[in-house]
């Protein structure tokens, strides 16, 4: 699997749109992005995944850059509730295999 | 539907102690693994099991086994604890087949002490 850079840490306002950046610049053709996020204490949560189109669902939008080296996962109005670390994993799909989680990047939500 | 769910929520042992976590999913999952997560570190594999009747090591397997059940059930077992044990455990599942996507549902966690 490719590796995966985050930041540690990103602060954002409440109402605001958190945009979370992932480097994956190794990434192969056949491996997708996938997003997880982990609140307090709980087990990580799937967010969305997506291998080169830009993709959305219920909790955010996954944008990927064309040549697929990079990638941000956007939370349009961030709530306090989004206060959490995110981990972006890139992966071949339906391998069976377990996800390689990183650090992840701590997501702050200020009132 | 309860998804994955563990047990205990919360352990204390001694050191040299034996117990085995229990981890059930009723989503008709193929594959099952066991992770790890020490304070501020990420999530590390102990053992995953990608079909019933099959285990593998992960990133982390010395001082755990594992048994998987049947194809609802995956237990990990601590023979004899030790104070490095000390971690946060997570149970998760995901079909691990050719159709759908790979998301993989996580249980709540169990909280080991080992003293």
């Known amino acids: 699997d490719a590796k995966t850079t985050q930041p540690p840490s990103m602060d954002c306002a409440e109402g605001r749109a958190a945009n979370l950046p992932c480097n994956h610049s190794?990434?192969?053709?056949?491996?997708?992005v996938y997003w997880y996020r982990q609140i307090h204490s709980q087990g990580p949560q799937y967010i969305i995944h997506?291998?080169?189109n830009n993709e959305t669902n219920e909790m955010a939008s996954l944008i990927i850059t064309e040549d697929r080296k990079s990638s941000t996962l956007i939370l349009p109005h961030a709530t306090l509730r989004d206060t959490a670390v995110y981990y972006c994993?890139?992966?071949?799909?339906?391998?069976?295999?377990?996800?390689?989680f990183g650090k992840g990047t701590s997501l702050l939500v200020t009132p | 539907n309860a998804g994955v769910t563990q047990t205990p929520k919360f352990q204390v042992l001694k050191t040299g102690q034996s117990m085995t976590l229990q981890c059930a999913q009723d989503?008709?999952?193929?594959?099952m693994y066991w992770y790890r997560q020490d304070p501020g570190m990420g999530l590390r594999l102990i053992y995953y099991?990608?079909?019933?009747?099959?285990?593998d090591k992960g990133e982390v397997p010395n001082g755990y086994n594992v048994s998987r059940l049947n194809k609802r059930e995956f237990s990990l077992r601590l023979e004899s604890a030790a104070p490095s044990q000390t971690s946060v455990y997570f149970c998760?599942?995901?079909?691990?087949?050719?159709?759908?996507?790979?998301?993989?549902?996580f249980g709540p966690g169990t909280r080991l002490l080992v003293l």
């Open positions: 994993i890139v992966r071949v799909t339906n391998s069976g295999y377990a996800l390689n």
């Open positions: 998760a599942s995901t079909t691990g087949g050719l159709q759908g996507g790979e998301t993989q549902y």
């Open positions: 190794t990434i192969s053709g056949n491996e997708y």
């Open positions: 099991s990608a079909s019933e009747g099959t285990t």
């Open positions: 989503m008709n999952h193929n594959s």
């Open positions: 997506g291998l080169k």
